[in-house]
C-alpha cells in the first residue's frame, strides 16, 4: 500500500469541484463542494446517533436505500437542521443538481454543515450550480475539501493505492471536522472514493466495520455532532475482479480503507477547535477490546486530561481518575502510564501509583504537538486507540461566540 | 424553613476550627478542616463512584460501618490517593486525632482533596493537631470551610432551621469543589451536620436519596473525582422526637437537607474552576425522571453550550444537539427552549425548529451571572433540574498548569 496525491480524485473516473455560492459571507471561502463519478457507484453511508438529525441526513438515507450513487454535493456554512423546511430544500437541492448532470435524483448524496437552526435558502446553491458542475476536474479534491471545512483550519486530504489480484486499484477521502466531534458514530463530514470494484454489500460492512475503530474513537468536544456523516462510493473503474465475499481481497480492501479513515481521524484530532496537540490514548492488556475502547474514549474526553496536556503537565492522577470513572472493567492496582513523543519517553504510574520521574524530561515530551498515552493494564491482552486533542483557550474562544 | 448562619456550627453541640498545617505552601491558606460533635451523631457518608478510590474513603467507609462518629478531618493540598501508603496514613491520622479528643478511632471520618499521587506526610497534620484541636469552636464553621478549599474561590456555607413536632432543629454544611465535579455520586467534599435526631437507617435514606436530585445532578467539567464524600452527622441534641420511620417528619427532615444540599450545589456549579456563570437546566414536560435528568446533565455537560453561554450568545441549535446525543427518549420535534435571568426571558425555540427573536434581547439575558435553560418537552409530565457554569479562559488557565 501506498500513500498518493489526489484525494477524491485520485481514483479513476472522479471529478471534483469547490466554490464560493454565496451561503457564507466571507467571499474568499468555499461553500460548496460537488464530486461526481462518471458512472454508478456502490455506495454506503454511516450517519450521526443524535437524535436530532440534519435533514440532508434524511434526504441521503433515502436516496441510499439501493446502494447505489453517483454525486455528492455538501455545502457549508448552514448545516439544514431544526428549521421548518430542510426536507424539501435537500430534495430541491438534489432535484436540480440532477437534472444538469442528466442523473436521477435518488443518485445524489447531500450534506450540509455549519450553524443549526436557521432556515437554509437554497437560492444561491442553486444559481450556483452551473459554475460549480462546469469547473469539476480531476484535480478538484482539494477544492472540495475546502468547500466543506467550517472551523477547521487544516484542509484534510489523503489517497493510498492498493493492489487486487495484480491489479492497481485507489482510494481518496476528504474530511472536515473540528468541533461537535465526538466518539458515537459518524462523528464529521467524510467523503471516500474508490475506483475498487467491490459489491455495494460487502463496501457496507467494510465502513460499518471500519469506523468502529477509526471515526468512532475520536473526540474533539463531546458533542456528537446532528449531521455528521460518513460516505463511500465505489465506481469499480480500476477494473480488478470484484469483491464479492470476505476473504484476502476484501482484507486487502479493509487496510486501504483503515489507512484512509485513520488518517482523516488523526488530521481531524489535530485539527480540533482551539487544539494545538493531537492526542493519542494507546491501551493495551485490557480485559477485552469494548473495556479497551471505553477507557482510551474517556481518557481522550477528559476536559482535565486535555487542559493538563495543554499545560504540558505531567498530571497522570488525572489519567488515572479518567479511567477511575469511565465504567471500564479494570483493575486499577494495575495501571501503569507513560507519556510519548517525537521528543522521547517518561514512564509516571506503575502498579497503579506514581513513580519519581524529572519533570523535566516530562515537559520536554509534552511540549511536542502530539503526544501520546500509553496506558499499560494487567487484565488481558486487548487493545484499543483513540485520539483527540489538547482544550485551549482558542477553544473557549471559537465557541463563545460562534455564530455572531 | 429559615435560612440562619453559622454554617455546621449552627445546630446544637457542635465545634470546628482549620488552621494551616503546613501541607500547603502558602502559608495563608488554611489546609486542614475539623468539625467535632459533643456527643455520639448517626452518621451517613456517600462516595464517588470512581473505581479509583481515594484512601480516605477506604477508611471513611470503614469507620462508618456502624452508623456512628463524633468527628471529621480533612486536609487539603493533597488528595491522599494513588500513593503507596495512603490507608495506613489516613488510619494513622484518626489514630493520633482519636488519642487527642478521647474518643474511638473508628468514630473519626476522615478526608483529603487536592493532587493526586503524591503521598502524604502526615507529619505536618499531627504536628498541627493540638492547634486544631485547642481552637475548636463554636463559631469555626468558616474556618473549617476554608481548610477544605482548594481551587475554590469562595467559601461555601449554608444553614437552615426546621421544626419537628414543636422543636426547633437545625442543619448546617459546608462544602469545597471546583473543579473534578462531574454528576455521578458524591461529586465534591460536603460535610453536614444536623441537631435533629433521626436513626442512622433514615439518616441513610434521607441522603441517599436527596443526592440523586442534588448533587449527582451538578456538572462542572465532567470528570468524576475520585475522593468525594458527602457525610452527615445527626447528633440528636436537639431533643426533638427521634425521627424513626417516614412520614411527616422524615418529610420535613427531607425538605430540611435539600435546601441545604441545593444551596450547596448552587454554590459549587457558580464556583466551577474559571466560571463566570452560573447555568441551571430546568426540564419539563419529560416521559419520566430519569429521562429528564439523562437530559438536564446531557446540556449542562456540553462543552458547547458551555461556551456559548460565556459568550451570552443564544446559540440554542447546541442545546437541541445536547438533547438529542443525550441517548434519552425524547420526541425532537417537541422541543421549546426558553433562556431565563434577572434580566428578562426570551424564547428561541419552538416544536424543535427555530423561532425569531431578538438577539439584542438574548444578549441582554445571557449577560446576567446566572442563567436559565428552559427546557420544554411534549412526552409527558416529569420534571428534573442540573446546574453547571460556563466554559471559559481561566477553566483552561487553571487546569493546564494546576500542578506545578
Not at 435518488?106 to 442553486?126: C, E, R, Y
Not at 470484484?242 to 476473504?247: A, F, L, P, S, Y
Not at 479494570?330 to 519519581?356: H, N, P, Q
Request: with cysteine; hydrophobic share 40%.
Amino acid at each position: 500500500m501506498e500513500i498518493i496525491s489526489g484525494g477524491v480524485c485520485a481514483p479513476l473516473g472522479f471529478i471534483a469541484n469547490g466554490i464560493h455560492c454565496g451561503i457564507r459571507k466571507n467571499k474568499s471561502k468555499r461553500d460548496l463542494a460537488l464530486i461526481l463519478s462518471s458512472c454508478d457507484c456502490a455506495a454506503s453511508a454511516v450517519y450521526t446517533t443524535n437524535k436530532v438529525k440534519g435533514a440532508p441526513l434524511t434526504v441521503t438515507k433515502r436516496h441510499l436505500a439501493d446502494g447505489v450513487a453517483r454525486a455528492i454535493i455538501c455545502n457549508s456554512g448552514n448545516a439544514n437542521t431544526c428549521n421548518a423546511n430542510g426536507i424539501e430544500v435537500a430534495e430541491y437541492t438534489c432535484a436540480q443538481l440532477a437534472q444538469r448532470l442528466g442523473v436521477e435524483k435518488d443518485k445524489i448524496v447531500v450534506a450540509s454543515t455549519g450553524v443549526i437552526g436557521q432556515p437554509l435558502d437554497p437560492t444561491p446553491i442553486v444559481s450556483g450550480l452551473d459554475e460549480l458542475i462546469g469547473g469539476l476536474t480531476d484535480d478538484g479534491s482539494q477544492r472540495a475539501a475546502e468547500g466543506i471545512m467550517t472551523t477547521d483550519t487544516v484542509l484534510k486530504e489523503v489517497a493510498v493505492s492498493f493492489n487486487i489480484g495484480g491489479v492497481e486499484c485507489k482510494m481518496g477521502g476528504i474530511a472536515k471536522g473540528s468541533g461537535m466531534i465526538h466518539p458515537n458514530m459518524a462523528t464529521m463530514l467524510v467523503f471516500i472514493t474508490t475506483d475498487c470494484a467491490i459489491t455495494s454489500e460487502l463496501l457496507d460492512k467494510a465502513l460499518k466495520s471500519d469506523i468502529r475503530n477509526s471515526f468512532n474513537m475520536v473526540s474533539v468536544d463531546g458533542d456528537t455532532s446532528t449531521n455528521d456523516c460518513v460516505c463511500v462510493l465505489a465506481n469499480g473503474m480500476a477494473d480488478n475482479r470484484k469483491i464479492t465475499e470476505e476473504g484476502d481481497d476484501f482484507a486487502t480492501f479493509m487496510k486501504a480503507l483503515n489507512t484512509v479513515t485513520v488518517s482523516l481521524c488523526r488530521m481531524i484530532a489535530a485539527d480540533g477547535e482551539g487544539a494545538t496537540k493531537m492526542l493519542e490514548c494507546k491501551v493495551s492488556g485490557a480485559v477485552d477490546e469494548a473495556n479497551a475502547k471505553i477507557i482510551a474514549k474517556s481518557v481522550i474526553c477528559s476536559s482535565l486530561v486535555k487542559a493538563a496536556m495543554f499545560g504540558s503537565d505531567a498530571n497522570w492522577g488525572r489519567v488515572l481518575c479518567a479511567i477511575g470513572y469511565s465504567g471500564a472493567e479494570v483493575d486499577v492496582s494495575g495501571v501503569g502510564v507513560s507519556f510519548k513523543s517525537r521528543a522521547g519517553e517518561i514512564e509516571v504510574c506503575k502498579d497503579g501509583a506514581g513513580i519519581d520521574f524529572s519533570e523535566d524530561v516530562a515537559k520536554q515530551v509534552l511540549l511536542e504537538d502530539e503526544i501520546v498515552i500509553d496506558i499499560t493494564l494487567t487484565d488481558g491482552e486487548a487493545t484499543a486507540c483513540a485520539w483527540g486533542c489538547d482544550l485551549t483557550y482558542d477553544y473557549v474562544k471559537i465557541n463563545g461566540d460562534y455564530r455572531t
